[in-house]
C-alpha cells in the first residue's frame, strides 16, 4: 500500500511541476497579488503583539510590524492590479464555499 502512495505522490508532484512551469506567468501574477495581504496581515499581527504582548519583545514586534507593513503596503501600491485580480479571482470561489457551508449547516440544525 506505501509503494503505491509513493508512487503516486510522485506522479502527482511531478505533474505539478510540469504545470507550474507550464503555467508559471499566472503563478507569478497570482504570487505577486497574494503577498501583499499576506504581508500586511503578518505586520499587523506583529503590531497587535507589540501592542497587547509582553514588554519583552515589544521593540522587536514594532520593528517587524514596521518593516512588514512598510512592505505590505508598497506592495500594494506597485503591484495594485496583481492584488485585484487576485481578489476578483479569490472572491467568488469564496463566497460559493461560504454559501455551501452555510446551507449545509442550516440543513444539519433542521434535523
Same mark, same amino acid.
Given at each position: 500500500?506505501?509503494?503505491?502512495?509513493?508512487?503516486?505522490?510522485?506522479?502527482?508532484?511531478?505533474?505539478?511541476?510540469? $504545470?507550474?512551469? +507550464? %503555467?508559471?506567468? /499566472?503563478?507569478?501574477?497570482?504570487?505577486?497579488?497574494?503577498?501583499?495581504?499576506?504581508?500586511? =496581515? #503578518?505586520?499587523?499581527?506583529?503590531?497587535?503583539?507589540?501592542?497587547?504582548?509582553?514588554?519583552?519583545?515589544?521593540?522587536?514586534?514594532?520593528?517587524?510590524?514596521?518593516?512588514?507593513?512598510?512592505?505590505? $503596503?508598497?506592495? +500594494? %501600491?506597485?503591484? /495594485?492590479?496583481?492584488?485585484?485580480?487576485?481578489?476578483?479571482?479569490?472572491?467568488?470561489?469564496? =463566497? #460559493?464555499?461560504?454559501?455551501?457551508?452555510?446551507?449545509?449547516?442550516?440543513?444539519?440544525?433542521?434535523?
Amino acid at each position: 500500500m506505501r509503494k503505491n502512495h509513493i508512487i503516486g505522490g510522485l506522479i502527482v508532484f511531478g505533474f505539478g511541476l510540469f $504545470l507550474f512551469y +507550464l %503555467y508559471s506567468p /499566472y503563478i507569478v501574477e497570482f504570487m505577486k497579488g497574494v503577498l501583499q495581504p499576506i504581508l500586511i =496581515l #503578518i505586520g499587523l499581527v506583529a503590531l497587535a503583539a507589540g501592542i497587547f504582548g509582553k514588554k519583552t519583545f515589544k521593540k522587536v514586534n514594532f520593528i517587524v510590524a514596521a518593516i512588514f507593513l512598510f512592505l505590505g $503596503l508598497y506592495g +500594494l %501600491y506597485d503591484e /495594485y492590479y496583481a492584488v485585484v485580480d487576485f481578489f476578483n479571482g479569490l472572491i467568488p470561489p469564496l =463566497l #460559493i464555499v461560504l454559501g455551501l457551508v452555510s446551507v449545509v449547516h442550516g440543513i444539519r440544525r433542521l434535523t
